[in-house]
């Protein structure tokens, strides 16, 4: 079986491999990488790793994937201080410096995919905390990441494997 890489386009469509479908990207709409800042609210265009999967274990089972799989836990956040040395990482609270929680009341971060935006290395003010994550019911913008719904979100997970990329595109 090849090793699929997924498209998301701003209109909409996430594809590759057997999988279709609908997604939303940032209010602010894509951006090329080189451009994004962090709080613009703006998808980066490019090509992505997918690092790891973060889920609530308290709210479904581990996802069936090749990924290394991380149970998120009450304490656990993502640094989107770019003044901070551990910005764009994910950081124990409580945390001194300015951070995002993973662990959310609402349910899109049941199952947070890290891209590999921004990490190799870290450059401080180009964006924080870009995931695959799930959608709001009304599939409303996100902040600057991919949303799918869950059962997409499965399917996508299932078929990924350590070398599977997702390319974020106008």
């Known amino acids: 079986m090849s090793v699929p890489i997924f498209t998301a386009t701003a209109r909409g469509k996430l594809s590759g491999g057997p999988l279709t479908c609908r997604c939303v990207l940032g209010q602010g709409g894509v951006v090329a990488a080189g451009h994004k800042r962090e709080g613009d ?3 980066p265009q490019g090509t992505w790793p997918l690092r790891r999967v973060f889920y609530r274990a308290d709210r479904l089972s581990r996802p069936q994937t090749q990924l290394a799989c991380i ?29 995002e929680d ?37 599939f409303g913008p996100t902040r600057g990441c991919v949303a799918i719904d869950l059962p997409d979100m499965l399917r996508l997970l299932h078929l990924s494997t350590p070398t599977t990329e997702l390319t974020i595109t106008f």
């Open 41 to 43: 609210g703006t998808s």
């Open 102 to 138: 993973l662990w959310r009341t609402d349910h899109i971060y049941d199952i947070v995919v890290e891209l590999g935006h921004n990490d190799a290395p870290v450059q401080p003010r180009r964006g924080s905390a870009v995931f695959l994550h799930l959608a709001r019911p009304d």
């Open 71 to 99: 149970p998120l836990r009450p304490q656990d956040g993502w640094c989107d201080d770019p003044d901070h040395p551990l910005y764009n990482r994910p950081v124990t609270k409580p945390f001194p410096a300015r951070h």
